[in-house]
């Protein structure tokens, strides 16, 4: 199974923005969808964003989307995450997962990127 590779967290004050990349490393491979996950510290794993690699249709976290802008990049077959107005709520490690035929089912990890925002 391919690896994924988040990078881009980090520190940011309050107000601030991010941008999160995703991609393979290693042999490519047939995707539908990629997304976005985070995990605050003492909480469950949610669903931040997710966009259909083909068409670019996007979904996001109805909390999350006036901030968050999910996109990708075919010619490098990057997926990034666009963080604009963090807050500290934002905090968590952020997982990038690949699915070969869902946007509701992830088969493909990766490490996970840890952003942390200050107040």
């Known amino acids: 199974q391919v690896q994924l590779v988040e990078s881009g967290g980090g520190l940011v004050q309050a107000g601030g923005s991010l941008r999160l990349s995703c991609a393979p490393s290693?042999?490519?491979?047939?995707?539908?969808?990629m997304g976005w996950f985070r995990q605050a510290p003492g909480k469950e794993r949610e669903f931040v964003a997710s966009?259909?690699?083909?068409?670019?249709?996007?979904s996001y976290t109805e909390s999350m989307k006036d901030r968050f802008t999910i996109s990708r990049d075919n010619a490098k077959n990057t997926v990034y995450l666009q963080m604009n107005s963090l807050k500290s709520e934002d905090t968590a490690v952020y997982y990038c997962?690949?699915?070969?035929?869902?946007?509701?089912?992830?088969?493909?990890w990766g490490q996970g990127t840890q952003v942390t925002v200050s107040s």
């Open positions: 290693g042999r490519t491979f047939s995707t539908y969808a």
């Open positions: 966009i259909r690699w083909a068409s670019g249709r996007t």
């Open positions: 997962a690949a699915s070969t035929y869902s946007t509701t089912a992830y088969n493909s």
